[in-house]
């Protein structure tokens, strides 16, 4: 029991607890956040004087720097509690370009001393009036019961710790999960105290970041909207700075981490040129990060940076086509561990590697790769990774667990839920995590008047025509479907556990291609329209097909693991690498004389351009700027006049079709909006009188998990 009384502030109907650090208001509690609460500490602590922005910000954040609009959100939000007026103050006033002043009457009851000198007096009054001969006596007796203190102690703390294991309350907990909030949640972190999540939101395609308290649901934006898309958030350990990583959709696109405070303010630019993978180190002095190059000998590396921006220092890199995902420091600060592979070929080739950060010695935590591995997590102890990852092309994305020193991987999930980002408090008493699902759907529709486009059936990227204008696609489900133009006879022509992707008709209407992960890795494979005889055609290179010739003799296709240009006979021999260049969203003329690609010039300004290259002498014939600053790659589709191509834009959100034609200097020229949704894949019918494309979105949503058990 304490001997001295807590010590409050009144003012008006407000009563401050010191101890229990809470707000009353006529002996309700007032939600505040932490900072915000300290702000009052230090106001109402010298009422009637005032306190300079300079002191209070000292006070506040010592030894960061900080925006003074850190300050100013403090005061918006303290006088939004105690319904204060900052034009006619009841309580703080602002003293123009010094400070703010607590101008109401503050009654203090301080803790009082008289029961401690009381407790004090009574101990040596005691003392003093003990016989000098019974002193050995009382020593030896004190040293008994501290011996005897220590050894009940020792015991009761081993039987604590049995019957208490697994210690990480996460694990210990029956499982539960609870919808966090609205969709739009692509990324969620919460505060290490676990009363918070902060998250991004999107609406009307413009994206911000939010902060949650997770008791009272009240919801405060932190970062205004804006049309940057954001790929990462991440959190200090000390819970007072978000760090968030944003990239705008120029050509070429760029991308930066910026810090912010907690409860708001202006985001402060670290380091550019990231990818969205980060990690704060348990100091909150460094920030692992990720940098892409995309060239053979740096294709991706890992980096540390101070949290100031300085200091950068590379730490590994990987070359093509290896890439490098997410990355965390151990609670330690010692290590690192990340994620690194690769899934072109849609092989499971993506590892858990640990790197000692003094000597960058690496090692593999466990033998088990995946297909790609999304997301990363300590448990506090530091010998367990908590992870998002799938298993293949096809699988779900489940939240794993993994023993670092024993490399035993165990599944903690199994549900129909794709599980992208995990986020953890310091207790791992929570789990904040991001899940996915989409609406993608094929829409046909003339040409003329694609604003009426007609939804057929659920989708994915790939589809084709054929002569007879069919439509050939790959379906929500992962398999190869067909359906006519007016939405008829639909029908199923692959039935596999695997990934059925991209199918492409021979000009005969004889055969489908198309790319399928039953093997192990993305390789092409044959069968006839009506889905029968199946048979695997390329067992090399793999990749995807883009074109069968006219004569039925040739299937050329895009390389999955170094995309190049491949071509493999149709029976399935003579596999051969026919062009070196790399090339993006490829597509042949009908008469198959003409390849257009996409291709960024790393010599001049990186931007993204066009390229027609001719099939017989491999030399380009023409590049061209893409219409738009802004770009998402949904293909290339050529007229059958072999002389003009339609490729797709995005600007803002808006998606935009452009016609390019091969021999007129003039640029490309804007044929319609296909609608503010993301569009994946689109192809012209034969004819040229119909268009069809893939369209939706990912519709991203954050759980509250509280148990794995």
Avoid at 233 to 241: F, M, P, R
Wanted: glycine share 8%; aromatic share 10%; with cysteine.
């Amino acid at each position: 029991m304490s001997l001295a009384k807590s010590q409050f502030f009144r003012f008006g109907e407000f009563t401050v607890d010191c101890e229990q650090r809470v707000l009353l208001r006529n002996d309700s509690p007032v939600p505040l956040a932490p900072k915000v609460f300290d702000t009052l500490l230090i106001l109402v602590g010298n009422s009637g004087r005032i306190v300079e922005k300079e002191e209070l910000m000292s006070r506040l954040w010592p030894e960061t720097c900080v925006e003074e609009s850190n300050l100013t959100f403090n005061i918006q939000q303290l006088r939004k509690a105690l319904g204060d007026n900052a034009r006619q103050p009841h309580f703080i006033e602002t003293v123009a370009r010094r400070g703010y002043r607590f101008i109401a009457e503050v009654k203090e009851n301080s803790p009082t001393p008289v029961a401690v000198e009381a407790e004090s007096s009574r101990i040596s009054s005691v003392a003093s009036l003990t016989s000098p001969k019974r002193s050995y006596l009382s020593i030896a007796a004190l040293a008994f019961l501290v011996v005897g203190s220590i050894a009940i102690a020792l015991w009761f703390t081993q039987r604590l710790n049995a019957t208490s294991a697994p210690a990480v309350p996460i694990l210990s907990k029956p499982f539960k999960s609870a919808k966090f909030a609205s969709t739009g949640n692509q990324h969620a972190v919460l505060t290490p105290d676990g009363k918070y999540v902060a998250y991004t939101s999107e609406t009307g395609g413009k994206q911000s970041v939010w902060l949650r308290e997770l008791e009272t649901s009240e919801n405060i934006q932190i970062v205004p909207p804006s049309d940057e898309r954001y790929l990462g958030l991440a959190i200090s350990h000390d819970g007072n700075s978000i760090y968030l990583v944003r990239k705008n959709e120029t050509d070429p696109p760029s991308s930066a981490i910026y810090r912010v405070m907690t409860f708001g303010g202006i985001p402060v630019k670290v380091i550019g040129k990231t990818e969205g993978w980060i990690s704060v180190s348990p100091d909150d002095k460094q920030i692992s990060f990720v940098r892409c190059n995309y060239e053979d000998n740096d294709f991706c590396s890992l980096y540390v940076v101070g949290t100031d921006g300085r200091n950068e220092r590379k730490l590994l890199t990987r070359q093509n086509p290896f890439r490098i995902g997410d990355n965390q420091f151990s609670p330690d600060g010692k290590s690192i561990a990340f994620a690194t592979g690769q899934s072109w070929n849609g092989g499971s080739d993506f590892r858990l590697v640990l790197l000692d950060v003094a000597s960058g010695a690496e090692r593999e935590i466990s033998k088990k790769t995946f297909f790609n591995i999304s997301s990363l997590k300590w448990l506090p102890a530091g010998d367990t990774l908590l992870l998002t990852a799938n298993e293949s092309l096809n699988g779900r994305f489940r939240i794993w667990r993994v023993l670092v020193g024993t490399e035993e991987v165990e599944a903690l999930t199994n549900d129909a839920i794709d599980y992208l980002t995990i986020s953890l408090d310091k207790a791992a008493d929570k789990m904040i995590a991001t899940h996915l699902s989409d609406s993608f759907r094929l829409y046909l529709a003339s040409l003329d008047d694609v604003g009426n486009a007609k939804p057929l059936a659920a989708a994915r990227s790939g589809l084709a025509f054929a002569h007879d204008g069919k439509v050939f696609y790959t379906g929500g489900d992962g398999d190869i479907w067909m359906i006519n133009r007016d939405g008829g006879e639909q029908r199923q022509l692959t039935n596999s556990p695997f990934n059925d992707l991209h199918p492409r008709v021979s000009a005969e209407g004889r055969y489908v291609f198309f790319s399928s992960n039953r093997t192990g890795s993305i390789q092409v494979w044959r069968m006839n329209t009506d889905g029968s005889n199946q048979v695997q055609i390329t067992r090399r290179e793999g990749g995807y097909p883009r074109f069968i010739t006219p004569d039925g003799k040739w299937v050329y296709f895009e390389s999955g693991l170094h995309q190049t240009l491949w071509r493999v006979s149709t029976e399935g021999s003579d596999e051969t690498e026919v062009s070196e260049r790399k090339i993006y969203g490829s597509a042949f003329s009908h008469d198959g004389k003409f390849l257009a690609y996409f291709f960024r010039d790393q010599d001049r300004d990186s931007r993204l351009r066009l390229a027609v290259m001719s099939n017989e002498s491999r030399k380009i014939l023409r590049t061209f700027a893409v219409a738009d600053d802004t770009f998402n790659r949904a293909g290339i589709a050529w007229v059958n006049d072999n002389q003009s191509f339609y490729y797709v834009t995005t600007n803002g959100a808006q998606n935009l079709l452009w016609r390019q034609s091969l021999y007129d200097d003039s640029p490309a020229r804007l044929i319609t909006s296909l609608g503010n949704e993301e569009i994946v894949d689109f192809a012209l019918s034969s004819d040229g009188s119909n268009l069809a494309f893939v369209r939706g979105q990912w519709i991203h949503e954050a759980v509250l998990i509280e148990g794995f058990k």
